[in-house]
């Protein structure tokens, strides 16, 4: 395996670059994998007599944070969308679709999946714990927290790309990132319609964290697992015997080089790291 195989290793090839080849069956994108399952999930739910059981069974509600057996929904919400109007699940479908690619395309694909599911998670959470305090009896359902949550990522990755708002009118990312926000802030404030606001916000919340700490959620979490548990998110290398002393100095550049490529970019590399990287990748695969 050589440092192109590495999820963390993208060419950023900002919003356009989104706008690919079509691939194949096995080489669709996290992104198209996650529309399609939710456009699954929801044409199911319309064979169901009672409409509203999906919601009921996997929305979040107050009562979920009392309830362990129930914590499924704090992610299961995520994938749920209202069968009374099909543009919930449309434009949540849109939103992921020109903006998760990117995004995508800049943190690999298992890191993507990682900060996705655990912007969902976090809604959820956020969501049932503000409602169990003001008691209040509500069920949320939807992907748009975590939707929320990648188009400001989109914006703070390339905030000077113009973008179509409103499928119709340009503006730089950086605007549509400073409307996002004030629009949610103001309907979070107004406590007006059946918006989950908050849950957009804890979204951009998870984003903004992520961007400005620098996480690597698919690392943290796959030490957080034991490797005798089977942790599906740690990777196991080729075994290859390599020289102790100029190859460990080696590893240790390349890690401290792509550590950099990911928190940067690709841009931010010198000559010589390029090289670096180089060296190492031909040295692993063994060529």
Excluded: C
């Amino acid at each position: 395996m050589g440092i192109y195989d590495r999820d963390y290793y993208s060419q950023p090839r900002g919003f356009e670059g989104g706008f690919g080849a079509p691939r194949s069956a096995a080489q669709l994108s996290i992104t198209v994998r996650l529309i399609l399952l939710n456009a699954a999930i929801y044409i199911v739910g319309l064979f169901f007599e009672n409409k509203q059981l999906p919601m009921l069974w996997f929305g979040v509600s107050n009562n979920t944070l009392t309830s362990p057996l129930h914590w499924y929904q704090f992610l299961t919400h995520g994938f749920i969308h209202s069968p009374e109007s099909g543009t919930h699940l449309l434009f949540n479908m849109l939103g992921l679709w020109f903006f998760g690619r990117p995004v995508e395309d800049r943190l690999g694909r298992r890191e993507f999946l990682t900060l996705y599911l655990f912007m969902i998670v976090a809604g959820g959470v956020f969501l049932s714990v503000r409602t169990y305090f003001q008691g209040v009896p509500v069920r949320v359902i939807g992907a748009s927290g975590a939707i929320s949550g990648i188009i400001l990522l989109f914006v703070f990755y390339y905030p000077r790309l113009q973008v179509l708002f409103m499928f119709f009118l340009p503006m730089p990312a950086w605007i549509l990132g400073v409307f996002l926000v004030a629009y949610n802030l103001i309907g979070a404030a107004s406590g007006i319609g059946h918006t989950a606001f908050d849950g957009h916000l804890t979204g951009m919340a998870v984003a903004a964290l992520y961007y400005y700490r620098h996480w690597n959620l698919s690392r943290t979490f796959s030490n957080w697992i034991p490797s005798r548990l089977g942790n599906p998110l740690r990777r196991r290398p080729k075994l290859r015997v390599l020289r102790p002393d100029k190859d460990e100095k080696l590893a240790q550049e390349a890690d401290r080089i792509l550590e950099k490529l990911h928190r940067e970019g690709i841009d931010s590399l010198t000559p010589k790291e390029r090289r670096i990287l180089n060296k190492y990748s031909r040295k692993v695969r063994g060529s």
